[in-house]
Each structure stands twice: as structure tokens, then as C-alpha cells.
């Protein structure tokens, strides 16, 4: 323990010493020769941002664009994130019209908006101390601001051309005075220093949550007059007289968040409006202040509609960008908002078993889904799709007409944290060291009853959401088992995929097939054939249009030089399972049910139980409950 306090303390003093090395402070002669060598340290506060983004990484994924800056924590957003990045931030970026807007984030709640902005921040105070991300301020500058602004106008054009950088904006107050009146317009004097964005010490990242309209102060955003220093310098138009401490001020040249903005003042807003429209905001008795940052904010949807629908809102509402920030609407990754958010609660030391996040996942995807418009679409259908599963018959392009058909689909529905604090009562009321999907399920079912403002047909569409979710895992439950029963399970359904190709083609040939163990010519083994098929209702009728199914599947891999493997065809891969399962239904039934287990089921069961817990990631606790529930269900 001691050694790992000296290794901790090692790390610590390491970070605080990089720290140290990362500032530096020069003339401005120096800094332009940095900007020679490295124009992106002017670029914007949009650009930085952008430029963090892409630097993260960035993957394909069946044409989607993925963006690994935000893979660790937000899931499944693939496609809002892509559209803000590139609509938004590349737009920006680009210095197109769009960086002249506010940016709105809308969403549910516990959707990932407030993640979202806070991981903008993260990733500006760690990008910032980078050589990408590097960015210069003048020393004792209050907003931090670009040094390049000492540069007056008529000169601009030719800086701009030799530096090959652009350059906007005024020198504030501040260090106009002090070039006027205490350098006497010798910029050598001016020193810059590198900057580096910190939350913490509000440099260049700002946060601005409303409060009474009535009690907050429009200094909050824009600074305020220091009346201690008023006699001294005798006007509140001298700077020195002036607190440059206001939010806006502040997060100059980075990120300002507005927390719940549409619930502010107007006189809040209108600041901001120009801020981002001429890219300067008033404070004081002063001439208009530059500012270079995002100003992001975010809302709930009813709160937004509200607000558009208020005609004096108009012209605010005509100078935002809304990006919509949906929950997401595929299981797996709902299932890795729980594994985060179980991360870094209390609950972190109990047990999970298998399955009962997915369970979970699968309930709340449902209450979000709109239904289809498409025939023979119902909602467990389009959650499989979303998920990325297959299903026979249904194409990307279905997927895609199924996705434009709500514009507000992933707005409305359970939340993850819904999810997470019913997690927390049922572990709370069994006193657990383990919980599964049956728990988790009860556990929401109960929270629906305590819930006072529910109504009766939002009850029982939740109730039967739940009963679907309870089929899903009563599946997952009895497949689970089959493979703990089987001892090779890929292999055995391998062995039997195999066989039943080696029968259709034989079939189709009309040819004899040779018997492996005695080397004797049979007849295609029609039972067998059947009976896989009957496992998923093919009919005596459809069975020769299913196999020649099956026999075009295999002849398209093998002419791509590709193994068809069991698993590519949705279909049968169902078949082979339940062919299986139905083999050993008897025998797990037998063992897993039986009141006073004999010497040779209790052996089995004991080896069952152990797979599960070596193999699958149960516990005894949660294994043995497992095999009692599927016993009871093919009892049934």
C-alpha cells in the first residue's frame, strides 16, 4: 500500500510539474514568430473546438461517421453527433453563417445534453495544453484575448498576408488603456503568455445558470463597476474602474455554457444575440467589447415550443441553432449508458447478472419508439433493427425509411436514470449482494404504481412494454442454460448446421449421402431436415423454397470465397438453436426441476452451474436462480 501512495504521489507531482513547463511568456515579437511557424494558435474559439474533435479520431461505421472523442461516454448518438459536428462546429469552423448563432442543445431529460457540454469543457482544458490545441493571450489581459489585436486595421491586410493567419476583433478596454495611456503606444511593451483553459479558474470557460429574474444581475455576464476604485481613478468609463469578471468575459476565446436558458430574462439573451451575431457584446460605459466563443445552451423540448411560440421571440429564436439530442434507440448502447452510469454510483460492488442490463435497456427502447407506418413492422421489430440485428426480408434501406418517418422519435420515454434508481430500490429492498433481470423488471413495475402523475393508458402501455421485455429475457434465459447444457454449444450447433447442409444438398442432387462413422450410402435424412424446420414454422409446402433459400445463401459465399457460417442466415441460426434446445429440453427440465436431484442430476446441475459462473459471468447466487426460473418456465 505504501508503495502504491509513493507511485500516486509521484503522478501527482509529475502532473503539477508539466503543468509548470507548459507556460511560458514572451514579447510580442516572439509570439508573431510562433504564429509564423504555427497559425492555428489564432484560430477561433469554434475551429479550436472542431479541430479537437477531429484530432480524437474519427470512424466509419456503415457510413456513419463515428466520433471517438465522445466514445467513452455518450452512446448511441451516433447520428445527432455527427450532425452537430459537421452542421455546427465544421460549419463554424469554416467561419460560415452558423457561427453566428447560438448553439441550443434539445432533448429529454438524462439524454446526454449536460455530458455532452461538459465533456466540450474537459476536452478544451485538455486540448489547450497540447501543441494542436495551444493557444496565446496578453499578459494580465481580464478576457485573455488574442494578441494579434494590438495589431490596428490598415496593417491588418498585410500581417494577415505573411502570417497566413485572419485576424478580428478589438483590444478590450483594458489593454487599450494601458497601450494609450501606460505604454504610450510602444507594443513592445506588451508581454503574451500561453494560455491554458481551466473551468476551475475561469479562464476561458464559463457556465451562466439563471436565477430570479428579479435578483440576478446583468454584471453576472458582463462584468461590473468596482465602486472601491471609483475615487481613485474618478469615472466608471476609465477600465481600471471596471471588473471585466463576467461570464462573457471570462470564457473568452473557449466555451460558455448557458444553463437553461430559455428560463432567463430577455435583457440575458439580447446580450448574448450579439455576442454571437457581430462577435462583440456592451458592458458598462464602455465602446463594444470583442469576444470570441461558443456560447452552447440547452433545453427541454416543451420549453423550447413554448418559447417559439411566443411571437417577441421571434428574432432570439431566428438566431439559434437546434440540434436535437434524442435518447438513444438501440438496446446495446442503452445497456452501456447503465454500465456508466452504475460506474459511478454506489452500486459498482453488486453483482450484475448477465442479461439484466440488456432487459433493462430493452424496456426503455421500447417506450421511446413511435409505431411504424410499415406493414408487418411491429415495435419489437424496429428495436431489433435499430439494434443492428438482421431480420429475413428487411433491407438498410428499410431501416433508413423507418428512421425518417418521426422526426421527434427518442424525445419521449423512460429515462436511464429511471432505470438506475430502480436498480437502486431493488437492491435496497432484497439487501442483495446480486441482482438480475427479474428484479429489475419488478422493480420498475413498482415504480409505476408509486408514480402519482401516470395516467391509466401510460400504465398500461408501460405494463405491457414490461411483458415483452420479460418474453425477451425468458428467451435469452432458456438459450443461456441450452449452452451451459451443451458442453461444446458452437461446436454442437456447428456439427448440426453442417449436417443439415450436407442433407439439403444431397436433397437437391437427389443423390445418396455417406453415413461418416460406417461409410454406407443413405438417403438424405428428411426427418432431420424437418425437423429443424419445424423449429420455426416452415410447412411441408415451404420447405423447397426455404433449402433452395438456403443453397443460393451458400453458393453466393462460396463464390466470394467466403465459410457460410450457421449464424449469416437469421433464420436458420434461430432453427439450429431451437433444434438444440428442443433436444435437451427434456433432460434440463428433468435436472433443473427435480425436488430431491439424484447423484448423477446433482452432478450435472453442479456442472451447469459452474459453466455458467466460469463461462457466462454469473455468480452462484444468480446461477442458481437462473437454472430454478428455467426449470419453472419449461414446466410451464
Known sequence: MRMELDRLLGRLSAYYEREESLRWEGSFAEYLEIVRHSPHVTQSAHARIYQMIEDAGVEEVDGQRRYLFFKDEIFGLDEALETLVEEYFHAAARRLDVKKRILLLMGPVSGGKSTLVTMLKRGLEAYSRTERGALYGIVDCPMHEEPLHIIPYELRPEFEQALGVRIEGELCPVCRHRLDHEYGGDIHRFRVERVLLSEAQRIGIGTFSPSDPKSQDIADLTGSIDFSTITEYGSESDPRAYRFDGELNRANRGLMEFQEILKSDEKFLWHLLSLTQEGNFKAGRFALISADELIIAHTNETEYMRFVADPKNEALAS????????????????????????????????????????????????????????????????????????????????????????????????????????????????????????DVLRAIKDGLDQHPSISKE??????????????????????????????????????????????????????????????????????????????????????????????????????????????????????????????????????????????VQLKKINEVSARLIDEHGYCPVCANELLRYVGSLLNR
Open 458 to 599: 401510460e400504465r398500461e402501455r408501460s405494463l405491457n412494454f414490461i411483458a415483452l421485455a420479460r418474453q425477451e429475457y425468458d428467451e435469452i434465459a432458456k438459450k443461456e442454460v441450452q449452452k451451459a447444457f451443451v458442453y461444446s454449444y458452437e461446436e454442437s450447433a456447428r456439427t448440426l448446421f453442417n449436417n443439415y447442409l450436407d442433407n439439403i444438398e444431397a436433397w437437391s442432387r437427389k443423390q445418396k449421402i455417406h453415413d461418416p462413422l460406417t461409410g454406407e450410402a443413405l438417403d438424405p435424412d428428411e426427418k432431420l431436415m424437418r425437423s429443424i424446420e419445424e423449429q420455426i414454422g416452415i410447412s411441408e409446402n415451404a420447405k423447397k423454397a426455404f433449402r433452395e433459400e438456403i443453397l443460393i445463401r451458400l453458393s453466393t459465399y462460396a463464390r466470394k470465397g467466403k465459410a457460410f457460417e450457421y449464424h449469416h442466415h437469421e433464420p436458420l441460426r434461430e432453427a439450429i438453436e431451437r433444434k438444440l434446445f428442443a433436444d435437451l429440453k427434456d433432460i434440463v427440465k428433468i435436472t433443473t426441476t427435480a425436488v430431491t436431484p439424484d447423484e
Open 319 to 438: 438566431r439559434m441553432i437546434v440540434m436535437r439530442i434524442p435518447y438513444t434507440l438501440k438496446v446495446n448502447e442503452e445497456a452501456r449508458i447503465y454500465e456508466k452510469l452504475i460506474r459511478q454510483s454506489e452500486l459498482n460492488d453488486v453483482h450484475i447478472a448477465p442479461h439484466t442490463l440488456h432487459t433493462a435497456a430493452f424496456f426503455s427502447v421500447l417506450t421511446r419508439l413511435k409505431p411504424s407506418k410499415k406493414q408487418g413492422i411491429d415495435l419489437v421489430k424496429k428495436l431489433r433493427l435499430y439494434n443492428g440485428e438482421t431480420l429475413e426480408g428487411l433491407s438498410e434501406s428499410d431501416v433508413r425509411e423507418l428512421k425518417s418517418e418521426y422526426d421527434d422519435e427518442g424525445m419521449d420515454g423512460i429515462d436511464p436514470r429511471y432505470i438506475i434508481n430502480r436498480l437502486s430500490s431493488a437492491l435496497i429492498r432484497r439487501d442483495a449482494s446480486c441482482i438480475n433481470a427479474l
